[in-house]
């Protein structure tokens, strides 16, 4: 059961947030009107690095698409599972996906709570992508936001997911509760290697599985969740290229090469560390 979250803060100031029909306003008359699809702009001006941040309209298709298809299914369920565990049986969970793009581990932790009142918040840098994700569904609460600076009130979350996404531990550390815990999924070694060895001369190292906690977290537990991925037509090898950053990355010559592709088998091969919060 999703329930509206309530505890956002001002932007501006860090104030708590109010709502007022259609808009959340703060003590200091700061005001942010919820858009007709349903999302909330709380990304000031002066806070963005150009004027169109994080993923484009097209790169939001892509990955709608993809997702749309399942294939990553294992990723979203193992998450899930995570951050379901340990929460109190009858008590309202409140979980902030930051980085959430359009919605899909959002939606799908809604569906795996199976009844169970949560309080949801997805925040992206990218207007286009918390656009596609009130499109879907309304009933979480969606807004354009950074990590660097979540719109969210202290010590209010359970849990936070950081999915392929950028960490800020310390704002993730401030908006979660003492015993709260930060789900991050990253790419292990292999992760989509064969699309890799297309679109790259040669591989780099893979980046070591994290064996310190960053500050203010212990770690808790680490999941590998590994399969392989058949890819079916031009159009699917695409979207997934577009919904990495292995698109800018790769060179002219290298992108050539995945477009000339119609099908292609992938090693799925990500980590799912579970971070927790100390409690007082």
């Keep these: ?36 699809q349903g999302y909330t702009h709380l990304l000031p001006v002066q806070k963005k690095r150009s004027r169109d941040p994080g993923d484009s309209k097209d790169m939001v298709a892509a990955r709608r698409r993809f997702l749309d298809a399942g294939v990553y299914r294992p990723v979203a369920a193992a998450v899930g599972r995570a951050a379901l565990l340990d929460l109190p049986e009858a008590a309202t969970a409140s ?19 199976d009844g169970r009142p949560l309080a949801l918040l997805g925040l992206d840098i990218s207007k286009w992508a918390v656009l596609s994700a009130a499109k879907r569904d309304q ?37 979660l509760k003492p015993g709260g ?9 292999d992760h989509l ?9 040669a ?11 960053p500050e203010g977290f212990t770690i808790l537990a680490t999941e590998a969740v590994g399969y392989r991925l ?27 090469k995945a477009a000339a592709l119609t099908a292609l088998t992938v090693t799925v091969d990500v980590r799912l560390t579970r971070f927790g919060r100390p409690a007082a």
Excluded at 17 to 24: D, P, S, T
Aim: glycine content about 10%; hydrophobic content about 45%.
């Design 1 to 36: 059961m999703i329930i509206p979250f309530t505890a956002l803060a001002c932007p501006l100031d860090g104030a708590a947030l109010q709502r007022h029909g259609q808009a959340w306003r703060c003590a200091a008359g700061h005001s942010f009107d919820v858009a007709g």
């Design 95 to 113: 979980c902030l996906d930051a980085g959430c793009g359009e919605g899909y581990y959002l939606r799908e932790l809604a569906a795996a709570g």
């Design 139 to 175: 009933l979480p609460t969606w807004v354009v936001g950074s990590n660097a600076n979540l719109p969210v009130r202290p010590g209010v979350l359970d849990r936070v997911l950081c999915i392929f996404g950028f960490p800020v531990y310390a704002e993730f550390a401030r908006v």
């Design 181 to 189: 815990q930060l789900l991050q999924v990253d790419a292990g070694p």
């Design 193 to 201: 290697r064969e699309l890799r060895e297309i679109i790259y001369p």
């Design 203 to 213: 591989l780099k190292p893979g980046r070591a599985v994290a064996t310190r906690a």
């Design 230 to 256: 058949d890819l079916a037509g031009a159009q699917q090898i695409a979207d997934l290229l577009a919904m990495t950053p292995h698109l800018y990355r790769a060179s002219a010559q290298g992108r050539a």
